[in-house]
């Protein structure tokens, strides 16, 4: 029971980033594309985890980088670029193709990555918290995307704002974790 507790918190703390990226998606995205969004974020929670766990550790010691700094830098590069946009009074939008979606899930599930190195760790039966993994991402992705939606609605530019602010929140967090 308390390994089973474990991964789901664990899941829940990866599908953070996602959950706040993804209520700044929902403001902004104007094609239907970000319905698969979801799908795409949980795919990559689940073979993320896999892939550290198998060839994770090799990776570290070549590349000598820590993931929170990559993703850090992400998120501050697309918070920049979102405000630069808005400040210039152009319509704040993106516009995700198949490309985009998969950079946002693969710069999300970075963390991912780096649970995989000590997954066996927490439990013995790691498919199944990858697919735990998988599914809290996904939902909460989606959650995100539909919160993100009626905020837009109900507040406007300033939804845009508070978008640009977590961006740049998150992606500090990141970089100084």
Not at 65 to 74: E, F, R, T, Y
Not at 104 to 115: P, Q, R
Not at 140 to 162: D, E, P, S, V
């Amino acid at each position: 029971m308390r390994e089973i507790v474990s991964i789901l918190l664990i899941g829940i703390s990866l599908s953070m980033d996602t959950f706040s990226l993804s209520l700044t998606i929902g403001t902004i995205a104007n094609n239907k594309i970000v319905k698969l969004l979801p799908l795409f974020v949980g795919i990559f929670h689940f073979f993320m985890p896999l892939l550290g766990n198998i060839i994770g550790i090799t990776l570290i010691n070549i590349f000598n980088i820590a993931s929170n700094i990559v993703l850090g830098l992400v998120l501050i590069v697309l918070g920049i670029n979102l405000a630069i946009h808005y400040y210039q009074d152009e319509k704040v939008s993106i516009n995700l193709n198949l490309l985009g979606l998969i950079f946002f899930a693969l710069s999300v599930s970075i963390d991912s990555f780096s649970v995989g190195l000590g997954i066996t760790d927490i439990t013995k039966n790691y498919y199944l918290a990858c697919l735990v993994f998988a599914l809290c991402s996904a939902s909460f992705t989606y959650l995100g995307i539909i919160i993100g939606k009626y905020c837009n609605k109900l507040i406007g530019k300033y939804a845009i704002i508070i978008g640009i602010f977590l961006l740049l929140m998150l992606g500090i967090f990141h970089l100084f974790r």
